[in-house]
């Protein structure tokens, strides 16, 4: 059965999109958050509308 992209409910800190990401990905949770603070600084704040969105539009 393939994994489907969804928010976490155990591993969140404000909506669980990154744990949802890092659950996906199989990757450490703490490894997609430094990222995605990398690209928020990096990005003018883009990521933060992207991350948004995503909160929105993924499911539970």
């Known amino acids: 059965m393939a994994a489907k992209l ?10 669980g ?7 996906y990905l199989g990757w450490d949770s703490t490894l997609v958050r ?3 603070l990398i690209l928020v600084f990096s990005s003018f704040g883009t ?6 969105i995503l909160a929105l539009i993924m499911p539970e």
């Open 6 to 15: 969804k928010k976490s409910r155990i591993d969140k800190m404000l909506a």
């Open 17 to 23: 999109v990154c744990g949802g990401i890092a659950e």
């Open 34 to 36: 430094i990222i995605f």
């Open 47 to 52: 990521m933060v509308l992207l991350y948004f």
